[in-house]
C-alpha cells in the first residue's frame, strides 16, 4: 500500500486537514479495518478500478466522489487490491465553508456527491496540491467560519469544557451554537464535546505504553465521572473497552488509511 499526504497551503490550513493519496497493488490482500470517530469530513475519489466497501453495504465505485459526513460510531472498511483514492480531510466543519450542504442530513453516511469542477483538477502529479489549493480558495465562505473557529476551541480544550462556557465565550446563545453546529457539522456541540474528549483519551491510553497510570485517573483528567462512564463512551465512539484500544496503532485515525 502507498499512501502521501499532503499540506493545504497558507489560508487553508483553518479549515483542510490533509489532501491525500492512497493506492494498494494487484497483490494486495483485501482486509477489513475499523476506524473510530474523530469529527473529520472527507470527499474521497475513486480513481481505481476496483470497488471497496464502508460497512459491508456502502461501495465506493470507480469515477465517483464520495462525501464521507460526521461519523458519531465506528465504521468498517473493506479494503482491495488495485484501488486509487484520492481525498480531502476536512477539520471538523471545515466543508461547510465551501459546499452549502445539509451537514445533518449527512451524519454517519457516505454518499455519491457529484462535483464535475474538482474531477477536472484531479491528475496524479506533482502539482495537484497546488491545483487543489486553488480550487478550494476559489469556494471560501467565511461566513460559514464560525463553526470551525468554535471546533477549534474545543479541540484545544480536549472537550474538557461545557456547552454553556462556549455560547458565553462567543457571546452566543445556545441556541444559536445549535444553528451553527447544524449548519456546518452536523451533530449538537455536546456531541462534538464528548467525542473530542474521546479522541484525546484514546491517543492517551495508546501512547501510555507501560507506565502505571490508571484509566481510573485518565477518566477523571479527562471530566469523566468514573471508569464506567468512560468505557460507555468508548464502547459508542470505539466499539471496544479502554483496555482493548492498546492493540490499536497510533497512527491517525481516518477513513484515508483504511480503505
Known sequence: MKYKEYQPGGYLKKYIDAYWILETDSIYRPVSRRF?????????????????????VTPLCPGNIYIC?????????????NSCFVGIRFKPGG????????YNE???????????????VIDLDEQLPERLDKFFCSRIKDNHSTGVQIAETIANYQGITTVDWIAKNYNLSTRTLERIFNRSIGIPPKELINIMRFVNV????????N??????????????????????EFK???????????????QPNHISLNL
Request: one cysteine or more; proline letters at 5%; a negative charge.
Open 36 to 56: 473510530f470517530v474523530d469529527c473529520t469530513t472527507e470527499i474521497l475519489i475513486n480513481m481505481g478500478t476496483s470497488t471497496p466497501y464502508v460497512n459491508a
Open 69 to 81: 459526513g460526521t461519523i458519531t460510531r465506528p465504521n468498517e472498511v473493506l479494503s482491495v487490491p
Open 95 to 102: 466543508i461547510s465553508v465551501f459546499y452549502d450542504l445539509s
Open 106 to 120: 449527512l451524519v454517519d453516511r457516505v454518499i455519491e456527491f457529484h462535483d464535475q469542477p474538482l474531477i477536472s
Open 202 to 209: 484514546r491517543k492517551r491510553i495508546i501512547q501510555q505504553g
Open 211 to 232: 507506565n502505571n497510570e490508571s484509566l481510573l485517573q485518565i477518566a477523571f483528567e479527562a471530566g469523566y465521572f468514573d471508569h464506567a462512564h468512560l468505557t460507555r
Open 236 to 250: 459508542k465512539y470505539a466499539g471496544l473497552n479502554p483496555s482493548e484500544i492498546k492493540k490499536w496503532s497510533v
